[in-house]
């Protein structure tokens, strides 16, 4: 008994530690990842200044949804887009979910939203499920065009009408901010 009473704060702190490094943990590293995005997307800006932004250089890229059926990214040019590189497993993928549901939500009749899945699709559908998400996934059925590869998750980009990428965003953000939805208004309507 005296070794726990002298002992209880290092005990409580390789616990926590534990907890935070296995699955149990996703849920707490996802929600002090949700918190940090959540600052982090009103003090910086996010969009890319006019004069470094990238053109898409192609938008020959096959994907396919859920349901198995092809999808042709050619489709999308011409709109605003929105692509999300994301997993289950990643806690600040896990994170920006809820934000962009919200978004989705608003938005989906006004823009693109393609959210590219590095899962295998049971493990995907099954986290849709249990979140209750209704978002549009695809899974990579060729590359994508050379300015959207990424090698870290989760890694956003949102594209204009003319095809030039506005945002590059490696890591979470709270995506269904006040500033996020001012841009794509602006986008969307110019």
């Not at 590219?116 to 099954?126: E, I, L, N, T």
């Not at 300015?147 to 030039?164: A, H, M, Q, W, Y």
Request: some cysteine; proline content about 4%.
């Amino acid at each position: 008994m005296d070794f726990i009473k002298k002992n209880l704060s290092n005990i409580i702190f390789f616990a926590f530690i534990i907890f935070l490094f296995t699955p149990y943990g996703l849920p707490v590293r996802a929600l002090l990842i949700k918190g940090v995005s959540y600052v982090t997307t009103r003090v910086f800006n996010m969009e890319i200044d006019e004069s470094e932004r990238v053109d898409l250089s192609t938008y020959n890229w096959n994907l396919s949804d859920t349901q198995g059926n092809a999808v042709d990214f050619n489709d999308y040019k011409g709109k605003v887009v929105l692509v999300n590189f994301w997993a289950t497993w990643c806690p600040p993928c896990v994170a920006e979910m809820p934000s962009y549901q919200d978004l989705y939500n608003d938005y989906k009749d006004k823009m693109e939203f393609v959210f590219v899945a590095s899962d295998d699709q049971g493990k995907v559908m099954k986290f849709l499920a249990d979140k209750g998400y209704k978002l549009p996934v695809y899974f990579q059925t060729s590359k994508a065009p050379e300015e959207l590869r990424s090698n870290s998750l989760p890694t956003t980009f949102i594209i204009d009408k003319k095809g030039r990428i506005v945002v590059d965003k490696t890591g979470a953000a709270d995506w269904n901010s006040g500033k996020v939805r001012d841009m794509l208004d602006d986008l969307i309507n110019n």
